[in-house]
């Protein structure tokens, strides 16, 4: 078995040289680097701006990206340098250790205030940016308790059922329509709830993503600030085909919204008469199709 | 058994296991109902699509199962969902439904929508709405639902003890039925689903396991070409 042996002359090197050379490297790339990001890609970035809710998540998403840089580029430099200084050169002994390890408190107790911060920095961050833009597009529940400042919201019901999402209106006479159109700088108020098995109603660019469960109103909040096409999505496996439960919406002008959800009421209205009394949950009749397969010792209608 | 032997029988048996395998799945894949193409009308632009719906289909691995027949041009009846339809073409439909009904689960489904005029002919007789509450009694059947399309037409049922009940598909029209008239435009070619929005899988979870799920019964695709 060969001897290690220790190459005395590496531990001549100064360390101080080596880390001035890796920190300023270092430095110089990550402001290029975050510059890149905040500027350049930021912008771009998923969910875009079609809601508050949705800006705001990129804010999340761009200023984390942002942080990301100079930890991943601090990684990448230090072991490009050492793979760069300190390999194996023709003619070395590759059995020759380094200089030997020693403990350094300062960087140690630099690493651990360091990852403490950033750790406790990016909790205190997201709880914040959780609470203050009303549960940041989520589903939070019948009750939630951060709502926006406005109460002038416009209702949106949202029906998930397998395999097609339906919108109902309590603000236009409980119209039921099968598309979804939004009008622009409004607040709008999703209740979302099942018709028959678990579903998610996920509106990718507008920031909001909610389950839809039976029998239960589940609330998320979202302004509109632009116009535009935005896709709908069940993002909960509802069945076998739950690929295929998605649609399209707009958010379009104020006026245009006004046209479009007037015509709607008009067109709708012979089959609004035949709907239930609007109600936050959409409790299916248990007579109806399908229905003797819900629980019987629940059904209100049961014995009649 | 010698050792040559028992290595033999262990590797034939191994390969056996692997070549059933290869078979089951390749079989498995392999089955799909057969894509029926619509026929030409004498009026040029238009094709005509006619289909059934039959409380039982009585044929393939789930002869219970409610399901769809399309008929070809030469007027066989192939239980299938699979349609090939020309795009940017008027499609008018012809449906005979054959199946009981009953209430809907959401009644928004009871609105003809996405039809030439929003509105489908119930044995003849124009309709927009097919209101469950108030048709002879027997409620919805299924729908013939394309969300791309924005297509619904919902379909009364026939009472299940009328005498000449169709028990078992391809029904004919010597047997209870509805007829169900519309017509709508295809668009762009393309691949579009539809099904029926009725859940009428009856002993599944909510109706809608089974047929409900199943290609070849109630649900499918419109292959636009």
Known sequence: MSKVVLDESRSDESTKGHISKILISWAVASIIGMSLVWFVLGPHLPPGTMTDQAAGQQFDIKFVSTLAVPVLFFVWFFFGYSIMKWRVRPGEDPLAGGAN???NSKAQGTWYILTTVIVLGMAVYGTYFLVVPAGAGGGEGASPIWTPATKNMLQVQVIAQQWRFTYRWP??????????????????????TSLDVIHDFWAYQLGVKADANPDYNNIAFAK???TGRFVVRCDELCGIWHGAMYNYGNVVSQSQFQTWATNMEKQNAAVTKLLPKYATTYTPSYSGAGGGYYNTATDPNASL | MSKGARAGAVIVSFFAVIGLLVWAVVGYLRTSPPTVSASTSSTPGVVNLTMQTDGAVGVGPHPNWVGYFVQDANGGWHQTTLIQLPANSDIHVTLYEYDSGGTLRNNVWSQVEGTVGNVAYVNGVAES???????????????????ALGINVPMYGVSGSAKNFCSSGPCNLSEAHTTMTFDFKTGAAGTYRWQCFVPCGLGFLNGNGGPMTALGYMAGFLKVV
Request: net charge negative; glycine share 10%.
């Open chain 1, 224 to 226: 509109t600030q632009q």
């Open chain 1, 171 to 192: 603000q236009f006479g409980g119209m039921e329509t099968t598309s979804l159109e939004l009008p622009l700088n409004t607040e709008i108020q999703f209740n979302v």
């Open chain 2, 129 to 147: 709405i097919v209101n469950p509450n108030t048709s002879t009694g027997n409620g919805i059947a299924h729908s013939f639902n394309v969300p």
């Open chain 1, 101 to 103: 390890i020693r403990g």
